[in-house]
């Protein structure tokens, strides 16, 4: 409730359930967008920026169903360069992605990250 950032500051042996900030007691919640939350103001604005600025976009772990966050995907067929790739575990996304890659983003994105080193290690 008091708006601050909690990184370690409830105390890891409490028995609560429930963590609470030690600041000012209200509860600690992940630093997340939940389904039916707002958006933070100006968080479409800027990923659409972000967007447009990159060569390559890469969605993960998302079904891409629920708007705004669905239109990203949209935004990269729009430009006249670079590349989306999607990491979903089921088909998600499919017939959107440049490139797709099915998996689970623990095994996969950590191998996409080898294959892009080994590349640019070649040029």
Same mark, same amino acid.
């Given at each position: 409730?008091?708006?601050?950032?909690?990184?370690?500051?409830?105390?890891?042996?409490?028995?609560?359930?429930?963590?609470?900030?030690?600041?000012?007691?209200?509860?600690?919640?992940?630093?997340?967008?939940?389904?039916?939350?707002? =958006?933070? *103001? !100006?968080?479409?604005?800027?990923? +659409?920026? /972000?967007? $447009?600025?990159? &060569?390559? %976009? =890469?969605? *993960? !772990?998302?079904?891409?169903?629920? +708007?705004? /966050?669905? $239109?990203?995907? &949209?935004? %990269?067929?729009?430009?006249?360069?670079?590349?989306?790739?999607?990491?979903?575990?089921?088909?998600?996304?499919?017939?959107?992605?440049?490139?797709?890659?099915?998996?689970?983003?623990?095994?996969?994105?950590?191998?996409?990250?080898?294959?892009?080193?080994?590349?640019?290690?070649?040029?």
């Amino acid at each position: 409730s008091c708006g601050s950032l909690a990184h370690d500051s409830f105390a890891s042996s409490s028995s609560c359930y429930v963590p609470r900030h030690e600041g000012c007691g209200g509860v600690l919640k992940a630093d997340v967008v939940l389904f039916g939350e707002p =958006l933070p *103001v !100006g968080a479409m604005a800027a990923a +659409a920026k /972000a967007v $447009m600025a990159s &060569s390559v %976009v =890469l969605v *993960v !772990g998302t079904s891409l169903e629920v +708007a705004p /966050a669905n $239109m990203i995907p &949209s935004m %990269v067929k729009y430009r006249p360069f670079g590349k989306l790739i999607i990491n979903n575990l089921d088909g998600s996304g499919k017939d959107r992605a440049d490139i797709f890659l099915q998996g689970n983003s623990s095994e996969v994105l950590p191998a996409l990250v080898r294959r892009v080193r080994e590349l640019s290690q070649r040029q």
